[in-house]
């Protein structure tokens, strides 16, 4: 699609990613814009290179991705991503196209990046705009609407207080919320969750156990089981493929500690699944986006610099919800991390309306610190 150019003084052009070099000022651009931002984390150049190349990321196999830069003057002023997702718009019966990883300079340069989206989905006869998603709900998603001087946990995106503004004034609105809930170790909820826990156990009788390493690919499946029956009926929620699935696997291989992921059976049935990651961001900041030189040793070292764990999943199956086992997922993830030495646990995301989950977290001791927003306009 060719770029247009938007209305006003020093307006930016916006234009389609067509060259690697233009592959490289799209990557780059937010390096520029977060240099002197402490919660930024940086991303690792060669892994972002990765997202956006359909030989490498099996999401192309049932999406298009189209990116754009704004430039002023020749500068890069802006990005973004338009997102055309079949298996989402299968799923739900809806009939979207997504944005993603968005960034803007101003207000003019977030606009015409946005009216290029918003034309790129009338093409495709889509009848509303939805994002952020990078590129999916599996993935980064919302803007950040608080809690701006706190850094992202591994996984989580990162934005300045603006762009929910930007997305306002070019008249999008909320669809829906998902939240961040927090537990610091001093807080001393371990006995709270304790006693919720030792009921539900005492009712229930359920079989607890850690991850296996010795068994990765049969827990793998186990995973794969309970993440594509738990959260199916979810807002959002689009089944990973097989394919998608295999590369989260390779990825989670890297980071995961088997002490960090909880099973719960009932009846001989895994009937939940609780699973932390050490929040890498920690090393990535250390990082500044390579692995050399700088990178490798916070990697090497990344058992001294992680001190904090996000909580990724948390689900129960339909058929056993309702028991509390989510509280004793959480009290066994809660003894893990403390003997492991973790000083504090990010549980996130949860959709603003998954009343069951935001109860359990915060009757564990949790509070909510942080949301992040989902938009959408109509076409």
Not at 169 to 195: Q, S, T
Request: aromatic content about 12%.
């Amino acid at each position: 699609m060719a770029g247009r150019q938007a209305v006003g003084s020093g307006a930016p052009k916006v234009r389609p990613v067509g060259t690697r070099r233009d592959l490289t000022r799209f990557i780059r651009y937010p390096f520029k814009k977060y240099r002197e931002d402490p919660c930024w984390v940086p991303p690792l150049v060669f892994d972002e290179r990765r997202k956006f190349d359909p030989r490498k990321n099996p999401f192309y196999e049932h999406a298009r991705i189209r990116l754009f830069l704004a430039e002023r003057d020749g500068e890069v002023v802006g990005r973004v991503a338009a997102i055309d997702d079949d298996n989402h718009n299968a799923a739900h019966a809806e009939n979207l196209v997504f944005f993603g990883f968005f960034e803007a300079e101003d207000a003019a340069a977030a606009g015409a990046l946005l009216a290029e989206i918003e034309a790129w989905g009338r093409s495709l006869g889509r009848n509303a705009v939805r994002g952020p998603a990078n590129p999916s709900m599996n993935d980064g998603a919302g803007f950040q609407v608080d809690a701006f001087d706190t850094q992202p946990f591994v996984m989580m995106p990162y934005n300045p207080p603006a762009y929910p503004r930007y997305a306002e004034a070019a008249g999008y609105e909320k669809v829906k919320d998902l939240y961040a809930y927090l537990f610091e170790r001093d807080w001393e909820v371990g006995e709270k969750i304790g006693r919720l826990a030792t009921r539900v156990r005492r009712r229930y009788d359920p079989v607890v156990r850690t991850g296996d390493a010795k068994n990765f690919d049969a827990e793998l499946g186990l995973f794969k089981k309970l993440y594509n029956e738990a959260w199916v009926e979810n807002w959002g929620f689009v089944r990973y493929t097989d394919a998608e699935f295999d590369r989260l696997a390779r990825e989670l291989k890297l980071v995961v500690d088997p002490d960090l992921v909880v099973f719960v059976e009932l009846g001989g049935e895994v009937a939940g699944l609780g699973l932390c990651l050490p929040d890498v961001n920690q090393v990535l900041k250390k990082a500044r986006g390579r692995i050399f030189p700088s990178g490798l040793m916070a990697f090497l070292n990344r058992k001294r610099i992680v001190d904090q764990i996000r909580l990724v999943i948390l689900g129960v199956m339909p058929r056993f919800r309702g028991r509390g086992l989510e509280t004793v997922i959480i009290d066994e993830l809660y003894r893990h991390a403390i003997r492991k030495g973790y000083r504090r646990c990010e549980c996130s995301w949860v959709l603003e309306d998954n009343r069951a989950v935001m109860r359990g977290l915060e009757a564990a001791g949790a509070q909510r610190y942080k949301t992040y927003r989902m938009y959408q306009k109509p076409l």
